[in-house]
């Protein structure tokens, strides 16, 4: 498929932006070629620039749980609109959201709005290394919490003693703090609590990772950390930045009936529009300022347009039916992409979790970011391409999930199982 005016623009904007996007993986980095520039969004569909419609199954990164443009969010942004885009000021909004995800999420006894899913994870370190007074954090290999510094980290082999930035511009200092380790590799969390039962503040965790395409927790995983965090005084953060009401109506936390001490949300919660919120145990978030010493603070942050977008989303997602038949259709792709894979004899496994799956191109099941990072990427890549040009815009990267929405329908399927068809085919062909 020639997408010349698709082109041209990302030309023009390579002049304009690093890289000519605001995020890296939109430029189609992983998987060469130029990306799409989308002019409008409907349902389960994009259009692009050059008038081509896509099936979306990146769905602005999962946030889009019902598809493009819903007319009830849209008219709650434009009915918050007419009183006003922002007020720096309390709203009732504010409450209502907070009140709508307290009930989804009993965990957050207290929680503060931001901006994105990054400034929720910066912020929720910054509170449990205040409360705990220890200065570490751990995370896990293939783990994403945003781009704030002390995330940007590689380990080295094992129980890293000497942490690494990951990017340039990030210090030694920032990333001192940071240690890394396999996920899913409890034993590895245990023997390092063991050796600095007094230095860890918090673990942070993406209860399903999705972020290096979709790994669930291991059996017995999320509730070994929480075991391990309360027996040396550290706090449990899991990041459902993407989890949160796409694995479950009630997060991770509800799939697995683990409580973490504090949660970072992000994507879904704002309807589409920026957001991020932290929140948890009271006697934790009672730090943050104004009620404590903890400093963190928002412009922006509790948006009236933002939360009345949030509110109207969740309020559809609750309505009987909806949520489960998100689930139930990513359920018959992640089926479907199985039987096909077989017929054309190209190894697949595909990994769902709720409403988000990835298809690894692996011999064997995908556990930790050492399976994920086994996977056929250059295979992916051309599976890619071809379902592009077949009208399904699916993310763009091996490692990331793709996402459903209650606007993907039969018809929609259909043209995706299709499109797959073809591009597998055409692999074991090759
Ligand atoms: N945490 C997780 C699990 C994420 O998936 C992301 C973004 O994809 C973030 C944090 C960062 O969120 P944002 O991109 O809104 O800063």
Not at 323 to 328: C, F, I, K, L, T
Request: proline share 7%; with cysteine; hydrophobic share 45%.
């Amino acid at each position: 498929m020639i997408r010349p005016r698709s082109r041209a623009l990302f030309e023009e904007a390579l002049r304009a932006l690093p890289g000519g996007v605001d995020s890296p993986v939109r430029a189609f980095t992983a998987v060469g070629g130029h990306p799409v520039f989308v002019a409008r969004g409907s349902g389960a569909w994009l259009t692009d620039e050059d008038n081509q419609r896509y099936v979306d199954y990146v769905l602005s990164w999962g946030a889009l749980i019902l598809g493009h443009a819903p007319p009830r969010v849209i008219s709650a942004i434009q009915d918050a609109a007419t009183r006003g885009t922002s007020f720096g000021a309390p709203s009732v909004h504010e409450t209502s959201l907070a009140q709508a995800l307290q009930h989804a999420m009993p965990s957050l006894e207290l929680l503060r709005f931001v901006c994105s899913g990054t400034e929720a994870t910066m912020s929720a370190v910054r509170v449990a290394r205040a409360f705990t007074d220890r200065p570490q954090l751990v995370k896990f290999a293939g783990c994403y919490h945003g781009h704030a510094d002390q995330f940007l980290v590689q380990a080295g082999s094992g129980v890293a003693t000497l942490s690494l930035p990951d990017s340039p511009g990030v210090t030694r200092g920032a990333a001192a703090d940071t240690v890394v380790l396999p996920f899913n590799a409890l034993d590895e969390v245990e023997a390092l609590f063991s050796k600095r039962p007094d230095r860890i503040a918090a673990v942070i965790v993406e209860p399903v990772a999705g972020n290096m395409g979709v790994v669930p927790a291991a059996p017995g995983f999320l509730e070994g950390l929480r075991a391990v965090t309360t027996k040396h005084g550290a706090l449990l953060i899991f990041d459902e930045v993407m989890t949160g009401f796409r694995v479950h109506p009630g997060g991770a936390q509800a799939l697995y009936g683990v409580t973490p001490d504090l949660t970072t949300l992000g994507k879904i919660i704002g309807g589409g529009l920026p957001v991020g919120a932290y929140g948890g145990r009271r006697e934790v978030m009672q730090l943050v300022a104004p009620a404590g010493p903890v400093y963190q603070a928002g412009t922006l942050a509790g948006n009236p347009l933002t939360m009345a977008a949030g509110l109207a989303m969740l309020a559809e997602l609750r309505a009987p039916g909806v949520w489960d038949g998100v689930a139930s259709m990513a359920q018959r792709l992640a089926d479907g992409l199985t039987v096909l894979a077989t017929e054309a004899g190209v190894p697949l496994h595909v990994q769902r979790a709720g409403t988000m799956l990835t298809p690894f191109f692996t011999e064997a099941p995908v556990t930790s970011w050492t399976d994920a990072a086994r996977a056929h990427r250059e295979r992916f890549s051309r599976v890619f391409h071809r379902l592009l040009k077949h009208g399904v815009y699916w993310p763009p990267s091996q490692f990331e999930a793709a996402f459903v929405s209650s606007a993907h329908g039969d018809a929609e399927l259909s043209q995706t199982l299709e499109a797959f068809r073809g591009a597998l085919r055409e692999e074991a062909a090759a």
